[in-house]
């Protein structure tokens, strides 16, 4: 079964929104990322993983919003098998948007979706750094 762990934002400055959140909730830095795709913190709360983004370009942030948006950017399932769950997906009416350029086994490795709606979320099989399946 799919679980709801992931939480991403895009902010201009990913160490500044981590400090706020880190002292108004108590959240605890689990990790930072500096990829092709963007430059965040990743923040738990013991559960879920919130990832603090500033994206690269407009293409990774999606070109409706464009690197700039601010804001909540998407969300990420952690699921048992990405092969079946994109099929599901798809067969649901949702389409592929983009996969991270990182090794399949990484821990940082998803792969992004838009529901029929055009919202974005991911699916990973690993999960992220600071959640718990």
């Avoid at 605890?28 to 963007?38: F, H, M, Q, R, V």
């Avoid at 013991?46 to 998407?74: M, P």
């Avoid at 998803?110 to 055009?118: F, S, T, V």
Wanted: charged share 30%.
């Amino acid at each position: 079964m799919a679980k709801l762990r992931h939480i991403a934002m895009a902010v201009p400055d990913p160490e500044e929104a981590a400090k706020f959140y880190m002292k108004t909730f108590g959240m605890t830095e689990a990790g930072k990322t500096e990829s092709p795709i963007a430059s965040g913190v990743y923040l738990t709360d013991g559960t879920i993983c919130l990832a603090l983004l500033n994206y690269k370009t407009d293409e990774a942030a999606g070109k409706e919003r464009g690197k700039d948006y601010v804001g909540v950017h998407h969300v990420g399932f952690w699921v048992d098998d990405l092969d079946e769950q994109g099929k599901s997906i798809e067969d649901n009416g949702g389409t592929f948007f983009l996969d991270l350029p990182i090794e399949k086994e990484s821990l940082y490795y998803e792969k992004k979706y838009r529901d029929p709606n055009g919202i974005i979320f991911d699916i990973s099989h690993n999960g992220w750094v600071g959640s718990k399946k």
